[in-house]
């Protein structure tokens, strides 16, 4: 008789068994909840690295189209008042768009693949404009003067790039885009074994701790 539980003591054991119950589903369900928003942040982070890869790769894709649809581009700028025979010294700079029609004498303009030097761009200084011709001279060091067309006028000299830029040039060669795939995997590589691949790890860690805690 004396192993029979009073009516009381039953009822407090149900509702001490209720409130673990209840406890070890909240702690159940907070757990779910912080796995779902790892999985929520890791494939955030592949959705913006995609996305991140496409605009790197638009000035590949439109080549010269680049410019005029999205009113600028990079490259390397070798400004004026050099010596074209000499050392050069270049900056990857913002490319803008520019009217051929609104161009003045003094103004600057970006010549490309002057000298035969590679793919680069040229700063000219204007001085004289034949408008029904649709030319222009412009002198880079000051003394040799050239006849260039109106379609010849790649655009303005802009601002120098920053860390955007850099990489938006990076990935306007073939090479380059190579690179910044190869990058981005790295990241969501990364990500993945952060968030999902220690996933086993963490709930080993879990169990261990429930057991300590039992």
């Known amino acids: 008789m004396d192993n029979f539980l009073t009516t009381d003591e039953i009822i407090l054991s149900l509702v001490q068994s209720k409130e673990k119950t209840i406890a070890e589903y909240k702690k159940l369900e907070n757990k779910n ?4 928003n790892k999985k929520l942040i890791f494939w955030s982070i592949v959705i913006l690295a ?3 890869l496409v605009f790197m790769g638009l ?11 999205m009113g600028y581009e990079y490259g390397v700028v070798f400004k004026k008042n050099q010596d074209a025979t000499g050392q050069l010294v270049g900056s990857v700079t913002r490319v803008e768009s520019i009217d051929p029609n609104e161009i003045e004498v003094g103004d600057d303009i970006l010549i490309y693949g002057l000298y035969d030097v590679g793919d680069y ?19 880079y060091d000051g003394n040799i003067k050239n006849t260039y067309t109106f379609d010849e006028i790649q655009g303005e000299i802009g601002n120098e790039a920053n860390l955007v830029g850099m990489f938006y040039y990076t990935a306007s060669t073939p090479r380059g885009f190579i690179i910044m795939i190869f990058f981005h995997a790295l990241i969501v590589y990364v990500a993945h074994y952060i968030l999902i691949q220690n996933k086993k790890k963490d709930k080993e860690n879990e169990v261990l701790k429930d057991g300590q805690e039992a």
Do not use: C, G, M
């Open 33 to 36: 909840k912080f796995k779902i």
């Open 121 to 139: 761009y040229w700063q000219v200084e204007v001085v004289d404009i034949d408008s029904n011709a649709q030319t222009l001279r412009a002198t």
């Open 50 to 52: 995609v996305l991140h």
């Open 59 to 69: 000035p590949l894709a439109l080549k010269e189209n680049s410019s005029s649809l």
